[in-house]
């Protein structure tokens, strides 16, 4: 594509961009375990040309650590599939960076790519990385030093970074990622300790602000988009705990549960849930979007985001979450980013 073609494009309106022609469905696999269930690698062989995103480890630098640290490196409990290629996945926290002096970078960088190297098995097919971190102002630099010095390590992957919608919009202070591609995080856009948030998870309300300088970002946009939940525990107006993959079934007990409208419920004795002690008059937000709010979601993004072949991402996978939704009904909202 020529640049005048494209700065062409960029300007055009929604009703004037040309119908994109390929969107493909993907999933994150987002555990410290690798053993799908029989479900999930049904999943997973419905769209076996299709790269699997799977989390590797993360990399933290705890308050009483003397450099960063590996945390919670993938186990292989059953073989990974040969046939399809794999993305590995870094999370590394925004601490991590904000505690590591620059000279100590470029050596982060090579005790990644020795991890990375040592996890993936030489008979996997691997062409790109994504890195997953939330920098900030602050950290911006020390960040982006990071991935250049690792492209160096391998200049053989292509390096994809997950942008958040604030990064887009305010791309010019918060800098672009050195990489090849970005992946927009769609979710997680509200504060989760706030008694008056209603969903943290996907809220649309809040997105809608932050559409803005995609025709103007630098770099092509994958989606990765939700489907999880869970139940945020309040106590005395006062976010402790999430439980996570919280099931709305197991809130339908009306002797341990009140309902009280707006996805909230009422502890009404203290007991466990999920190895965690709820305390009698506790309240959980259930946080979990419906099918329709990721079809307004879709609505909302697809004159936005101009990349094609567009890849769709859900996280992640896990087959309560699937049941829940349907691997039918997301392929159909994938289909949707390419309908006229």
Request: net charge positive; aromatic share 12%; hydrophobic share 35%.
């Amino acid at each position: 594509m020529s640049i005048c073609f494209f700065l062409l494009a960029c300007h055009q309106s929604p009703s004037e961009q040309h119908t994109r022609q390929s969107a493909t469905l993907h999933y994150y696999y987002w555990r410290s375990t690798w053993q799908p269930s029989p479900f999930e690698q049904t999943a997973l062989a419905q769209k076996a040309g299709n790269p699997l995103y799977l989390r590797f480890f993360d990399v933290d630098y705890p308050p009483n650590a003397t450099q960063p640290i590996p945390v919670a490196p993938l186990r292989l409990l059953d073989s990974l599939p040969v046939e399809r290629a794999l993305i590995p996945v870094v999370f590394i926290t925004n601490r991590t960076f904000s505690r590591l002096s620059p000279a100590g970078v470029d050596s982060l960088a090579q005790r990644v790519t020795h991890k990375l190297k040592q996890m993936l098995p030489t008979a996997t097919t691997c062409h790109t990385v994504q890195f997953d971190c939330d920098w900030s102002q602050q950290t911006r630099e020390r960040y982006f030093q990071f991935l250049k010095a690792f492209a160096r390590l391998c200049p053989e992957y292509r390096l994809s970074a997950t942008v958040r919608l604030h990064q887009v919009k305010f791309f010019e202070h918060t800098g672009t990622p050195p990489v090849a591609e970005g992946v927009l995080m769609f979710y997680n856009m509200s504060d989760v300790r706030a008694s008056d948030t209603q969903n943290s998870i996907l809220d649309l309300k809040a997105a809608k602000g932050y559409l803005k300088n995609f025709d103007r970002y630098p770099l092509p946009l994958h989606l990765a988009l939700p489907v999880f939940g869970w139940g945020v525990v309040q106590r005395q107006g006062q976010t402790v705990q999430l439980l996570h993959a919280l099931s709305p079934l197991a809130l339908q007990d009306s002797l341990r549960y009140q309902t009280l409208g707006g996805e909230r419920y009422r502890v009404r004795q203290s007991h466990y849930q999920q190895g965690y002690y709820l305390y009698k008059n506790d309240v959980i937000r259930l946080e979990m979007p419906t099918f329709a709010m990721l079809e307004e979601a879709v609505t909302l993004l697809k004159p936005h985001l101009r990349q094609d072949p567009l890849q769709v991402i859900f996280y992640h996978l896990d087959e309560q979450n699937l049941r829940y939704y349907g691997t039918d009904a997301l392929q159909t909202l994938v289909n949707r980013f390419t309908d006229p």
